[in-house]
């Protein structure tokens, strides 16, 4: 079955750090570029980071730029984010989507995960 | 960055109805715009890419319209579980970026 599955989410204190997981089987996760994003309880969807298939190329949104770093294992099929000095304003559903564009260069998110929630609480 | 509005922010409609929710973007931004669908509690689904192109399994009644700024997702005739939420995408650049989603509930 081609899926995404998501883990790692948790509560954490302000400052802390986390690290979600996101493993992928079904299709060859190695040809994809594969992006991270996120939804604060009851608001709208927004684009975290994602990653180039061999991982050469990676590209984040400002909010979190030097606090956030994404990384992928082929081998292991698995994408991963690692988040440092985490904010209240990060707390959120973390979704691993999955980014295809085809010969038409048009790349649009075609498989999400169930998403892992992070609390940034004291 | 470029940012996407979507409008309504909410509307109210009933099975069978015929609706039409706007995004628009603050640049040109060709045809790369995506439209999703997300019910409560699940995660987002692609409904229409390049603008006007329908994702495989999703229903015809879904469509898509527009370029440059202005697009356009329209519902033909509503069935009991599209009343739900829906999110343009723009995948012109980076940061992609999305509108601020439109709920559709039942008049």
């Known amino acids: 079955e081609v899926q995404l599955v998501e883990s790692g989410g948790g509560l954490v204190q302000p400052g802390g750090s986390l690290r979600l997981s996101c493993a992928a089987s079904?299709?060859?996760?190695?040809?994809?570029?594969m992006s991270w994003v996120r939804q604060a309880p009851g608001k709208g969807l927004e684009w975290v980071a994602n990653i180039k298939p061999d991982g050469s190329e990676k590209y984040y949104v400002d909010s979190v730029k030097g606090r956030f770093t994404i990384s992928r294992d082929n081998a292991k099929n698995s994408l991963h984010l690692q988040m440092n000095s985490l904010r209240a304003e990060d707390t959120a559903v973390y979704y691993c989507?999955?980014?295809?564009?085809?010969?038409?260069?048009?790349?649009?998110?075609?498989?999400w995960g169930r998403g892992t929630l992070v609390t940034v609480s004291a | 960055d470029i940012q996407m509005t979507q409008s309504p922010s909410s509307l109210s409609a009933s099975v069978g109805d015929r609706v039409t929710i706007t995004c628009r973007a603050s640049q040109s931004i060709g045809r790369y715009l995506n439209w999703y669908q997300q019910k409560p509690g699940q995660a987002p689904k692609l409904l229409i890419y390049?603008?006007?192109s329908l994702q495989t399994d999703v229903p015809s009644r879904f469509s898509g319209a527009g370029s440059g700024t202005d697009f356009i997702l329209t519902i033909s005739s509503l069935q009991p579980g599209d009343f739900v939420f829906y999110y343009c995408?723009?995948?012109?650049?980076?940061?992609?970026?999305f509108g601020q989603g439109t709920r559709v509930e039942i008049k």
């Open positions: 995408q723009q995948s012109y650049t980076i940061p992609r970026t």
């Open positions: 390049a603008a006007s």
């Open positions: 079904g299709f060859t996760f190695s040809n994809y570029w």
């Open positions: 989507a999955r980014s295809y564009g085809g010969n038409s260069g048009y790349w649009y998110f075609d498989l």
